[in-house]
């Protein structure tokens, strides 16, 4: 006989829970303030409630002292944060947190060879139908592996994107290849999960949790090995698939605002950094050595 131990909740973290759910933070960011505020609590080896100024002014030099990065330091204390201004109303405390602003980096980009090589090297239909996706509709990860049927529509050639990042919808264009590799896929689609779900509700690429789509885990795991089987050296992830469909529409010439609506961004600036990844219109550019080298043209002699 097996008996089940449960850690107990304390009524302070309880308390940040319900202030979380109250505002409908994600459960992504609940995670991350949670064990920022663990972290928090186990620096000071007490409870958060009673820290003061010069505690969180420690913590912070502590983060960067031991090693952590710029984005990882300011995840952490954005969920101090939320603890210090909204559960404990220590308007004070919250006066001591400082961001660092983080490097920007130029993003990883494949050549149209590479993600044209990557995409013929899946293993199996259900990755190079994912991957295509990923390419074609400049989907973000966790939004492919969260498609379902009645998402896609076929007869306006668009793919609706419930609820993203931010809680948005948007609309991205429904390529006829995807739309022919959605079509097969469907017909190899495992079905031990359907019953009693409507179509339209059924996950495009279910999980194998009963009711659960595949995890972005599974779908890291499945890009990665096409990346090897591909011999593609640059270090690129998942993400960079839809930073290469920004960056090659934007190469083509394509409107940066059919592209930021496309990507869901809901500032110009976000978009406007594929500027910088472009290579092809940089390539472009005329260098003024080049002028120099050129001969240069004797001027018209005026007729009098």
């Not at 960067?64 to 990882?72: K, L, M, R």
């Not at 472009?278 to 004797?298: F, N, W």
């Amino acid at each position: 006989m097996t008996t089940k131990t449960t850690t107990a909740i304390t009524p302070l973290r309880q308390r940040m829970i319900e202030d979380m759910k109250a505002r409908k933070l994600g459960p992504h960011s609940q995670r991350n303030h949670i064990g920022s505020c663990k972290r928090f609590a186990a620096y000071l080896k007490r409870s958060p409630d009673t820290a003061t100024a010069d505690d969180v002014r420690r913590f912070q030099l502590h983060l960067i002292e031991s090693g952590a990065s710029i984005c990882n330091r300011n995840r952490i204390m954005t969920g101090v944060k939320f603890l210090l201004r909204v559960t404990l109303r220590r308007h004070d405390l919250v006066a001591e947190i400082y961001h660092l602003k983080e490097p920007q980096k130029i993003a990883v980009v494949m050549s149209p060879d590479e993600v044209k090589r990557l995409l013929a090297m899946a293993k199996c239909l259900q990755v190079r139908t994912m991957l295509s996706i990923a390419y074609g509709c400049g989907l973000r990860a966790g939004e492919v592996v969260k498609l379902k049927a009645g998402d896609i529509d076929s007869a306006q050639n668009i793919i609706r994107i419930v609820q993203a990042k931010g809680r948005k919808d948007r609309n991205v264009m429904l390529p006829p290849d995807v739309l022919n590799l959605l079509r097969q896929w469907w017909k190899e689609r495992p079905t031990r999960y359907d019953a009693g779900v409507d179509v339209q509700q059924r996950w495009l690429f279910p999980g194998r949790r009963p009711g659960k789509p595949l995890t972005t885990r599974q779908f890291n795991r499945g890009f990665h090995q096409t990346v090897d089987a591909a011999g593609i050296k640059k270090p690129v992830t998942l993400h960079s698939l839809r930073h290469s469909f920004a960056t090659h529409l934007l190469e083509r010439g394509t409107d940066i605002r059919y592209i930021q609506a496309l990507l869901g961004h809901a500032k110009l600036d976000t978009t406007a950094r594929y500027t910088i990844v472009a290579t092809g219109r940089i390539a472009a550019i005329e260098s003024p050595l080049d002028v120099l080298s050129r001969p240069r043209k004797k001027p018209r002699k005026s007729k009098t």
